[in-house]
Nanobody, 123 residues
Framework: VQLQASGGGLVQAGDSLRLSCTVS????????MSWFRQVPGKGREFVAG????????YYADSTKGRFTISRDNAKSTMYLQMNFLKPEDTAVYYC?????????????????WGQGTLVTVSS
């Protein structure tokens, strides 16, 4: 499974941005896919996750109500719509995939990772 993240950029506080993660290779409907973010000197933080087959979603408290995760089966792509961005959302955002039955919030549970895309929110 290969993941390709894109869509990062420089925006101002209050703006919106949509990240994409394209999935290729051997996949199945039982995967969970998630977005994580990381700032220098810290570990990867869970942002949001989605069960690919059911569309069930789960969000970190810090992003609930502002971010929306979704997927397009036909395009094999996962999205993260980020609204009302704050400077503290600045990070490298990674997409990840796990073949388990739940939506893990720990980065070490994920087997497959994309390369990361930088989101910078200026105040």
């Amino acid at each position: 499974v290969q993941l390709q993240a894109s869509g990062g950029g420089l925006v101002q506080a209050g703006d919106s941005l949509r990240l994409s993660c394209t999935v290729s290779g051997r996949t199945s409907g039982t995967y969970s896919m998630s977005w994580f973010r990381q700032v220098p000197g810290k570990g990867r933080e869970f942002v949001a996750g989605i069960r690919w087959n059911t569309g069930t979603t789960y969000y970190a408290d810090s992003t609930k109500g502002r971010f929306t995760i979704s997927r397009d089966n036909a395009k094999s792509t996962m999205y993260l719509q980020m609204n009302f961005l704050k400077p503290e959302d600045t990070a490298v955002y990674y997409c990840a995939a796990d073949p388990g039955v739940d939506i893990p919030t720990l980065a070490r549970r994920y087997i497959y990772w994309g390369q990361g895309t930088l989101v910078t929110v200026s105040s």
